[in-house]
């Protein structure tokens, strides 16, 4: 069993900026792809990022491309999500996942295994 614990989240003005944190329990976070998603209100989860195991690998949601940078540290068993220039639009909340059964990076939910409780982001406009 893993466990996911995010945290970061708040309150931002637009073209602010939040780094959230994702802590892993479990020996083998450093084989896991691990992935970003966040639902608005009223909406689907989606897909916002996700790395492989080594961090050699990233992949983004166009619609935060070139503003969030994911990665992970391996020996911290955390994987950061660096959100600039956000906007009102990236209100949500965010959600990290591990997927234990794949070496590639899923872009659907149920794709990934593991979950954190989720934080709260919201930019004002």
């Known amino acids: 069993q893993v466990q996911l614990v995010e945290s970061g989240g708040g309150l931002v003005q637009t073209g602010g900026s939040l780094r959230l944190s994702c802590v892993a329990s479990?020996?083998?976070?450093?084989?896991?792809?691990m992935g970003w998603f966040r639902q608005p209100p009223g909406k689907e989860r989606e897909f916002v990022a996700g790395v492989t195991w080594s961090g050699g690998s990233t992949y983004y949601a166009d619609s935060v491309k070139g503003r969030f940078t994911i990665s992970r540290d391996n020996a911290k068993n955390t994987v950061y999500l660096q959100m600039n220039s956000l906007k009102p639009e990236d209100t949500a909340v965010y959600y990290c996942?591990?997927?234990?059964?794949?070496?590639?990076?899923?872009?659907?939910?149920?794709?990934?295994?593991?979950w954190g409780q989720g934080t709260q982001v919201t930019v004002s406009s």
């Open positions: 479990g020996r083998t976070f450093n084989t896991y792809a």
């Open positions: 996942a591990a997927d234990a059964s794949s070496i590639r990076v899923g872009v659907r939910a149920y794709e990934y295994d593991y």
